[in-house]
């Protein structure tokens, strides 16, 4: 029998759980579409339920604000402002939202920049590179949230659960006299899992479930459920990033960092600060002229980290204090719009000498955990995860 019919014969009708509607779940949702689709030989179609706990895709994120006036608005994306492609794959399977102009490549010219010791001085500014072709970036219009909506709603076979957090999976049958909430069960008659939410209400029963949730959630998913690959999840470290969001009511208005006359002009700028990462001028990306002028700053995820738990405001106010002495504003130049959103679980530290650890699999009770802390923790990352997960339930069949 060949692999192809032998998948064909014991993949009918698969019922597959998703934990997670970031991207690695939607990309998921999407390859193991198209992969159980070519084998449709059977009358059967797998039935993907995707369980989100949140009311929307992961940590793509945009933030927006209509001004009352203009009817206008300031966008802001707070989470992942572009991704690569560095893999034929991934290229080949952008292609089809590249042609529609969904996505768009972002030829951003980038600064580095040094804020001013103080507030009388300019910052120093000096061009670093151009975001071209051999090293595309790519954005989505009209917001970076777009493409994940679009990835959902073609989904023919998988059906979204918003609003449902997955309980922590238990060990066997034995653990069903425990707490409500910790008694997810792999039953290894039917070698299915019934999976439960938080108040103990049962999701079903799943062939095969994969968890994509961020690292520290993976790990305490699985905590307690004889997971086989338990303590390589607990490797990856990740760190937090807390974003500021600013606005102003018109060009017009924007510090003179910010405006278009300065040389070099600028769409990015990595900045030499102890607190702030990267600024990203949104109203200058492509396709976003429309939007009253908006900028998102990243914190270093190191400073990031270690105020992780301090109060909202007091990081929105130091961010802030950072921001002036970085863009020099005064009084008149002032933003207008100021939000800050704390990121818990951002980046993956990558450590370029180790080996990237994949996604992790239990054969036996056929669970994945998968992420994209599995590898480097970008949304390429996304996708190359996808691929091993599909590949890994084809093959394991
Ligand atoms: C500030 C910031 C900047 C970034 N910049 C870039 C960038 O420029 N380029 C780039 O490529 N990448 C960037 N990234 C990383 C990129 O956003 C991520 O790689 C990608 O979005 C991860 O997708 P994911 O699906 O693996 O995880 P997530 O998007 O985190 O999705 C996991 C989902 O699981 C859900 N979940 C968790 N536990 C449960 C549960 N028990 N039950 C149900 N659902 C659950 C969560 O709500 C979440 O939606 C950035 C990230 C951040 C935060």
Same mark, same amino acid.
């Given at each position: ?9 014991? =993949?009918? $009708? ?12 939607? =990309? ?5 579409? &198209?992969?159980?689709?070519? #084998? ?14 949140? &009311? ?6 945009? &933030? ?6 203009? !009817? ?12 690569? @492609?560095?893999? @034929? ?13 969904? #996505? ?8 580095? =920049?040094?804020?001013?010791? *103080? ?34 709603? @073609? ?11 997955? /309980?922590? =999976? ?44 961020? *690292? ?7 905590? $307690? ?37 300065? /040389? ?7 900045? *030499?600060?102890?607190?702030?990462? &990267? ?29 992780? !738990? ?35 679980? /951002?980046?993956?530290?990558? *450590? ?19 992420? !994209? ?25």
């Amino acid at each position: 029998m060949t692999d192809h019919a032998l998948c064909s014969t014991v =993949l009918s $009708d698969p019922k597959i759980a998703i934990i997670g509607g970031g991207l690695t779940g939607l =990309l998921t949702a999407t390859l193991l579409e &198209r992969a159980l689709n070519q #084998l449709s030989s059977s009358s059967n179609t797998p039935q993907i339920t995707i369980f989100e706990k949140s &009311r929307s895709v992961g940590r793509l994120a945009t &933030r927006y604000r209509s001004d009352s006036k203009t !009817d206008k608005n300031w966008q802001w994306s707070f989470g992942a402002q572009f991704f690569t @492609a560095k893999t @034929a794959d991934f290229q080949q399977f952008i292609a089809p939202w590249l042609d529609t102009g969904l #996505l768009q490549p972002w030829c951003a010219e980038v600064v580095e =920049l040094t804020p001013a010791s *103080n507030n009388e001085q300019s910052p120093n500014i000096q061009s670093k590179e151009q975001w071209d072709a051999v090293h595309a970036r790519y954005i989505s219009k009209p917001k970076m949230t777009s493409w994940g909506r679009e990835l959902a709603a @073609a989904l023919k076979h998988t059906t979204i659960v918003f609003k449902t957090r997955v /309980a922590p =999976l238990a060990h066997d049958l034995q653990s069903q006299n425990q707490q409500q909430s910790q008694k997810q069960t792999y039953n290894q008659n039917s070698k299915q899992t019934e999976l439960f939410d938080e108040t103990g209400a049962s999701l079903g029963w799943f062939d095969w479930v994969i968890c994509t949730a961020p *690292n520290v959630q993976a790990v305490e998913l699985m905590a $307690d459920s004889g997971f086989a690959q338990q303590d390589k999840i607990t490797k990856p470290q990740m760190q937090a990033c807390y974003t500021l969001m600013l606005g102003w009511d018109d060009v017009r208005k924007l510090p003179e960092t910010l405006k278009d006359q300065l /040389a070099p002009q600028w769409d990015v700028a990595y900045l *030499n600060s102890a607190i702030l990462d &990267r600024i990203f001028i949104e109203h200058k990306k492509p396709a976003h002229g429309e939007l009253l002028p908006s900028v998102t700053i990243h914190a270093r995820n190191d400073w990031s980290e270690s105020h992780v !738990d301090d109060d909202i405001e007091l990081v929105k106010e130091q961010l802030l204090q950072a921001a002036k002495q970085a863009l020099n504003w005064n009084e008149d130049s002032a933003p207008s719009q100021i939000d800050c959103h704390r990121w818990r679980y /951002a980046a993956t530290i990558v *450590n370029k000498d180790t080996e990237e650890l994949g996604i992790l699999i239990d054969a036996t009770k056929q669970w994945i955990v998968s992420g !994209d802390w599995c590898a480097k923790g970008n949304i390429e990352s996304c996708y190359r995860m996808a691929q091993q997960t599909v590949k890994a339930i084809m093959q394991t069949q």
